[in-house]
């Protein structure tokens, strides 16, 4: 079977590979013993680190391409500075650059406007149906982050009104809260993570 050829082009250098050193280090921080990333997670992540979203949307680029592109064709890279993901505001992008690629927290961020970001991100695992147990709400926060600090983000689940808490600590529930529109792409790129491919 022919190899198929993919041409990867990045703009700026500099921001490519600071782009993919992150992703490799989200995948060694989330992995408990660290090792080389498989072939096929290597090339995602190269894709990623050249602005597009994956392999398969550089793959659907270069399907959509005429048969001789312009060697001036524009093609999306991650800019050197800004939003890296097109349809995210600034804060967002930060946000974003938190989780590693299945969705999970890998640090908690310093500036506070990132933090609450975050924090969305964490409420999307909750169901609002049910009543959680302080071990079952810290159970489903270790699912989805990497660093080891649960209770920070259980309280900050409670303060930020995302959480309520009764029963002396002893009962969670999700609240019904309403995301910024600012905050729905990054909620929906988290839920993608989230979902294991197919």
């Known amino acids: 079977m022919p190899r198929e050829l993919i041409a990867l082009h990045a703009q700026d250098l500099s921001a490519f590979t600071k782009a993919l050193r992150q992703e490799l280090s989200q995948h060694l921080s989330a992995s408990p013993s660290p090792e080389?990333?498989?072939?096929?997670?290597?090339?995602?992540?190269?894709?990623?680190?050249?602005?597009?979203?994956?392999?398969?949307?550089?793959?659907?680029?270069?399907a959509d391409a005429p048969a001789k592109p312009s060697k001036l064709t524009p093609v999306?890279?991650?800019?050197?500075?800004?939003?890296?993901?097109p349809d995210l505001s600034e804060a967002a992008d930060r946000a974003l650059r938190q989780f590693d690629a299945q969705g999970?927290?890998?640090?908690?961020?310093?500036?506070?406007?990132?933090?609450?970001?975050?924090?969305?991100g964490l409420w999307l695992h909750f169901d609002s149906r049910r009543i959680y147990t302080e071990p079952e709400v810290n159970e489903v926060i270790n699912k989805q982050h990497c660093f080891?600090?649960?209770?920070?983000?259980?309280?900050?689940l409670v303060e930020m009104r995302l959480l309520e808490r009764w029963d002396g600590g002893r009962q969670y529930r999700k609240l019904a809260a309403r995301p910024d529109e600012e905050?729905?792409?990054l909620l929906r790129e988290l839920r993608q993570r989230a979902t294991p491919n197919e």
């Open 36 to 62: 080389a990333p498989s072939h096929l997670s290597l090339m995602n992540m190269l894709a990623r680190a050249a602005g597009h979203r994956n392999l398969q949307a550089l793959r659907a680029l270069k």
């Open 148 to 156: 080891g600090d649960h209770c920070t983000l259980r309280r900050e």
């Open 183 to 185: 905050l729905l792409p």
């Open 76 to 85: 999306h890279a991650a800019p050197a500075r800004g939003p890296r993901h």
């Open 104 to 120: 999970r927290l890998a640090r908690w961020p310093s500036k506070r406007q990132v933090q609450r970001h975050v924090l969305w």
